[in-house]
Every structure is written in structure tokens, then in C-alpha cells.
């Protein structure tokens, strides 16, 4: 429910309408707006949105090859989430919130990502852990009336930075203002690319603040006539963008996964790495699902291309990032590098922390780390270490996602249905086009 006091706060602060966000299947953010004097009535009844959402593409297609919304029949209610309304900042008179969704009759939609996460986080909770998650978040940034690079390097640098220094102003104070904590900006590896690093939060906020922060980025980005890309490979010539997401687990108030192995690992933090890898293949099905996740996954590009981990390795799709005399007990986290802006967030951490706390259930055997770049290994090499390559084109993907009976049953049988669906419809659209018009299909779309 609203609070019927915010709407005079809000329109009082100018606020005339509200935009209501949720992330489809493909990474997309959809949206209604509503007058703000419409809010509160938002907040009871909800919006309506038409149920084959669940069921869009990438390219706005909509497939129905799942069997539950095989017609264009039937609605859903969006509902706005009264703790996530925020005036933002760079776009005056809106405010933003996310959006939940119901059945037509009030009762849980079994196609809302949102409900996904939230039970992986009271599952979570029932074990005895709080989780602290955030997200890395790469983007490529160019002018927008030619597409032409906002800076010229070099990778890291400050004078790239320098080149974008409006930009950077007014996106750290909208971020502030819209009140998503990062902490830090730079340059990073590829063209004309930047990364900001949210502050951990617990997994719900976190996808919030991702989705927020996306919302402000595009913004700061069109007041200087510049645009941003998060396109997991916005070009073949790119290095990619990921959207690493970290993930902890603590137990009254301490971290649970440091201790006293050769690692820095308790047997909490063995078992839950352990369920990263051996989970890994169905997992990165759901964070990094897409066509154009696909074509990033090479090795060579911090792409997560082989499944295996390591510590501080980053070419590892599961980066354990340890606590050091320096950084304190309390730093222990795990990075799992196979996620982009493709992904569904909620679905992403849902998945994630699903299969992490199923390996400390299991007390999964964690094998050795890897502490080199695979990639560079002959095949023999790398059949003899176990270790092999993520899927790289649809049929692999969707074998992984299909035979992970943890994935599907995080999902769920009508949403797993309709993810599929969505892939099964990205992957029919790619079959006759280039991988550039793929790559250039998806460019704008995050």
C-alpha cells in the first residue's frame, strides 16, 4: 500500500508522474507511468499490463510457444513498491518505483522475477544467513549524434575520465540524490568504456539499486548529448560489458564464508563456491542468457569463458575475492564474472544464491582453483583438468538451463516455460542474420 501522505509530498516537489519498472526475461525494463495524483490508487489495485509480457523478446516479439500464455488473452497488475519511489534526479517531475507483479485477482503471478528472489532470500534467511550482494556495472559510451567514442583512453586512465568529466559529475550527484551508493568510477578495459561498482546491499535492494542505476545513467548520459550501451558485446570489435555480481553470506553478524583454509574459506565458504561450479552451466543460462551473451563469452575477456574458479582470477567465471589483513574478515566475497545486462537481476541472484547455499546444504566438495588463464591451454590440457568451455551458441545454453534441475526449480514451471520461450524466439530471430545485425539488434535495448 501507498502512504496517501507522499502523494502531496511528491507533487509539492513537482512531481507530476510516476514511473513504474519491472525487468522482463531478456533484461529489458519495462514501464507504465501514472499521474502522481494516481499513485495511490496504483499502490491498491495495481496497473494493468498485459499477462504475454512474460513472453516479449528481445526484439518486442511475442511468442507463444509456452504453453501457459499461448494466447493474447488474460492481464497481470503491476504494482508499485512504496519503499522504492525516488524523485529522480535527472529526470525532473518523475519519480521512479519498482514495480511488482500480481495476478488479475491479487494473487501471486507465478511470471514475477521479483517473487523468485524474494524466496531465495527467505531461504536464505530460514539456513541462518543475511546475504550482501551488488553488482559491477560496464557500459560503452558514445555521442549520441554520431555514435563516435566519448573518450579515447587509455584503459584505467584518468585522462579518459578527464574526456567525460561533466558526465561523471552529474552522474556521481544523481546517484547520490537518487540515493544508490557506488564505490567507484573508471575507465575501464575496452573502447570508450566506464564501470561504476554498487555498494553490497541485500539481494532485493540490490536489484533495485542495478535498476535504478541504470534508469540514471541513461539519463546523466542524454544531458550531454552522449549515449550508453550495456550491451553485453555492443560490437564484434568490443571488449563486451558484464555486470558482475558479488554475493556474501554472513551469520550473526560475522562472514560466513572466511576462515582458516588455504584460501581464506570456512566450510561455509567451500560449500557455497563449491555449488557456484558445479551449478555453473545452468546458472549462466539465466545471467548471461542472450544472443549477444553468447558472442562475448571468449576467452581472454574477463568473460567467464571456461567454468572453473580461482582466487583473485579473473579470467575465472567464479572469482573468489578473499579478506586480507588489509581489507578486514568481513571482505569475503565471491564474483561471479558469467552475468551481463541480458540477465533478469532478480532472477541473476536468485539463481546464484540458490545454488551457493544448495553446496553448503550438500557440503560440496570444492575441487583445487585455478590460477591461470585457461584459455591458453591446449584441449587436452584443459579435458585433463575437468574443465570445460560454457556453452557458446543456443542449443548448448539451453541444455544447461534444461538439465539443471536446481535452476528450474528456482523458476519455477510456468516461468522457466516462458524464459525458454523467450530464448527459444531470440535464437530463431538470430538464425538468419549476421552477428553484427545481431549485435547491432541489441545495442540499445539495456
Known amino acids: 500500500m501507498i502512504d496517501p501522505a507522499l502523494v502531496p509530498v511528491l507533487s509539492e516537489r513537482g512531481i507530476v508522474g510516476v514511473t513504474i519498472g519491472w525487468v522482463d526475461n531478456n533484461g529489458i525494463v519495462r514501464s507504465r507511468t501514472v499521474p502522481t495524483a494516481e499513485l495511490a490508487s496504483a499502490g491498491r489495485k495495481g496497473v494493468g499490463i498485459t499477462a504475454v509480457f512474460a513472453v516479449f523478446d528481445s526484439h518486442d516479439g511475442i511468442t507463444f510457444a509456452h504453453e501457459g500464455l499461448s494466447t493474447p488473452s488474460g492481464d497481470a497488475r503491476l504494482i508499485p513498491v512504496s519503499d522504492s519511489i525516488v524523485p529522480l534526479a535527472g529526470q525532473p517531475g518523475i519519480a521512479w518505483a519498482q514495480g511488482k507483479q500480481l495476478s488479475a485477482d491479487g494473487s501471486p503471478w507465478p511470471y514475477d522475477q521479483r517473487s523468485v528472489l524474494e524466496r531465495q532470500v527467505t531461504a536464505a534467511a530460514d539456513a541462518g544467513f543475511d546475504v550482501r550482494a551488488g553488482f559491477e556495472m560496464e557500459m560503452v559510451v558514445t555521442r549520441e549524434t554520431d555514435d563516435a567514442p566519448a573518450h579515447r583512453g587509455p584503459a584505467y586512465s584518468a585522462n579518459a575520465v578527464r574526456e567525460v568529466d561533466e558526465f561523471t559529475v552529474q552522474l556521481l550527484r544523481d546517484l547520490a540524490s537518487n540515493g544508490i551508493s557506488i564505490g567507484q568510477l573508471h575507465a575501464e578495459y575496452g573502447g570508450s568504456q566506464l564501470e561504476i561498482a554498487l555498494s553490497p546491499l541485500d539481494p532485493i535492494a540490490a536489484a533495485d539499486a542495478q535498476v535504478l542505476a541504470r534508469q540514471t545513467i541513461h539519463a546523466a548520459a542524454r544531458a550531454h548529448g552522449l549515449r550508453v550501451s550495456f550491451a553485453p558485446l555492443p560490437s564484434l570489435a568490443s ?208
Not at 574478515?329 to 561471479?336: A, D, I, R
Not at 575437468?386 to 544447461?400: F, K, M, S
Not at 538470430?430 to 545485425?437: I, K, N, R
Open 239 to 446: 571488449a563486451g560489458n558484464g555486470w558482475h555480481v558479488h554475493t556474501s553470506l554472513s551469520r550473526d553478524g560475522v562472514n560466513a564464508l572466511t576462515g582458516d583454509d588455504e584460501h581464506g574459506l570456512s566450510d561455509i565458504g567451500r560449500g557455497y563456491v563449491a555449488g557456484l561450479v558445479q551449478e555453473l552451466p545452468g546458472i549462466a543460462a539465466v545471467t548471461a542468457p542472450s544472443t549477444g551473451s553468447l558472442l562475448r563469452r571468449r576467452p581472454g575477456y574477463w568473460a567467464g569463458a571456461y567454468g572453473f574458479w580461482g582466487v583473485e582470477n579473473r579470467e575465472a567465471a567464479i572469482r573468489l575475492v578473499p579478506s586480507t589483513p588489509l581489507l578486514g574478515t568481513e571482505h569475503t566475497n565471491v564474483e561471479l564474472k558469467a552475468c551481463d545486462a541480458s540477465a533478469n537481476p532478480y532472477l541473476a541472484l536468485a539463481v546464484t544464491l540458490a545454488a551457493g547455499l544448495a553446496g553448503v546444504d550438500a557440503g560440496a566438495e570444492l575441487p583445487a582453483p585455478i590460477q591461470e588463464d585457461v584459455g591458453g591451454w591446449d584441449d587436452a590440457r584443459r579435458e585433463a583438468a575437468g574443465i570445460l568451455p560454457l556453452a557458446t551458441t543456443h542449443d548448448e545454453q539451453r541444455a544447461n538451463l534444461m538439465g539443471s534441475a536446481l535452476v528450474r526449480d528456482v523458476l519455477g514451471a510456468e516461468l522457466l516455460g516462458a524464459f525458454v520461450a523467450c530464448r527459444d524466439a531470440d535464437a530463431a530471430w538470430a538464425a538468419p542474420h549476421t552477428q553484427d545485425e545481431v549485435l547491432e539488434s541489441l545495442r540499445w535495448i539495456y
